[in-house]
């Protein structure tokens, strides 16, 4: 799967109702769309009316001020969280979010002190997941905020007046290319994100209506095609999701993610030459996909070849380096090999990349003992 952006426009690779099967699911239970965005709650209007929030927008200007109450020195203490894609209220009150609902939330503020906000796909590679047997490929957006002016002072470039925000550390943010892309992409995305993650909760009638919801509101993005053809294949509707894949394909002819799910509901449907063909233009186009050295070493530390494991996830390290996943595992490895002070290294590693609080308590707890652990044997010596 995967939840990229598109940044060319073209038209729907198939009429609307060819990739959709409405009879097939389940009407939702609660209404499915981007209506809820952005809207402001009450509890973020008391917020902003607060005599705290109103002293930093008087000291620092808006753009400024808003950045200090959210993500400095502000009461809220927002913290990212991977798990869950929330809109703008849910993100206030849960105090966390991804990088997406952070820029809905921080755009909702924005909007409401009058402020241009401005959206931006970061160009950076792709970063793999693993949940409920699903394989999730996230890019980073963020945003640019700034006054409203109908006349650009002369000399000034655009971008300068406007104050970017970024949920990546500023180091890592600054030296990545962004192009901007518009709000009805960041609602799209928002609405394949809700998709996704439905998926891996294994409810597949609110995929649907959430995949469905994105192709809908924005019939050029391709990714959410990718994600109605996973939710078909799951629920058993192959030549559904046939159509689906080779719709986002239409859309993004060099997508490996849409490939490698086409490949088996071919040969599931009997069109084995097909099926043998793009698995060979893939295997070119994708030599070691990703996770492809992590499954060696799987089996072999399954095997007991810990040497062999150690040395497949340091590839998939070097070549993934914020995947916390396989920092831990390589953690295992170094410690199945005595190699206490490595193992020691990779698990806070895995640590400082975790994206989720219940990996970072999980990890939290086993750096723990692990260096209890190291501290015993060293006394022991």
């Not at 409203?148 to 000034?156: A, L, S």
């Not at 971008?159 to 892309?181: G, Q, V, Y």
């Not at 996973?230 to 030549?239: A, E, K, L, N, W």
């Not at 707890?365 to 010596?381: C, E, F, P, T, V």
């Amino acid at each position: 799967m995967g939840s990229g952006c598109a940044g060319v426009r073209v038209q729907p690779p198939l009429p609307l109702p060819a990739v959709f099967s409405d009879a097939s699911f389940a009407p939702p239970a609660s209404p499915v769309g981007p209506e809820q965005l952005f809207v402001i709650s009450p509890a973020m209007r008391a917020y902003i009316d607060s005599p705290e929030f109103t002293a930093l927008i008087r000291k620092l200007g808006p753009e400024r001020g808003l950045v200090e109450a959210l993500y400095t020195k502000g009461e809220l203490k927002l913290e990212y969280d991977a798990s869950v894609t929330r809109n703008a209220a849910e993100t206030f009150d849960a105090r966390m979010g991804n990088c997406l609902s952070l820029v809905l939330m921080t755009s909702a503020f924005a909007k409401h002190l009058g402020l241009e906000v401005q959206y931006q796909d970061v160009m950076i590679d792709e970063t793999w997941t693993r949940n409920a047997g699903l394989y999730f490929a996230s890019t980073h957006v963020n945003l640019s905020m700034g006054k409203r002016r109908t006349v650009q002072p002369r000399g000034v470039p655009p971008d300068e007046r406007m104050l970017t925000i970024d949920f990546l550390p500023p180091a890592d943010s600054a030296r990545f290319n962004a192009h901007t892309i518009e709000e009805r992409m960041i609602e799209a995305m928002y609405m394949n994100n809700r998709a996704a993650e439905a998926l891996a909760d294994m409810h597949l009638d609110q995929a649907y209506w959430w995949a469905r919801a994105a192709v809908v509101h924005l019939p050029s993005f391709s990714t959410p095609y990718n994600t109605l053809g996973v939710i078909y294949q799951r629920h058993g509707d192959h030549p559904l999701a046939e159509r689906a894949f080779k719709a986002a394909l239409t859309l993004e002819p060099e997508s490996t993610i849409s490939m490698h799910n086409l490949v088996p509901v071919l040969a599931k449907l009997g069109k084995t030459q097909e099926s043998q063909a793009l698995a060979a233009r893939l295997a070119k186009l994708e030599p070691t996909p990703p996770y492809h050295w992590f499954h060696q070493a799987m089996k072999a530390l399954a095997e007991a070849r810990y040497d062999q494991a150690r040395d497949l996830l340091d590839k998939e390290v070097r070549r993934a380096p914020f995947n916390h996943e396989f920092h831990f595992w390589l953690a295992i490895a170094h410690w199945r090999l005595g190699e206490g002070t490595a193992a020691r290294d990779e698990l806070a590693l895995a640590l400082d990349n975790s994206t989720t609080h219940a990996a970072t308590e999980r990890y939290s707890a086993k750096l723990a003992y692990l260096r209890s652990q190291i501290g015993n044997r060293q006394r022991a010596y």
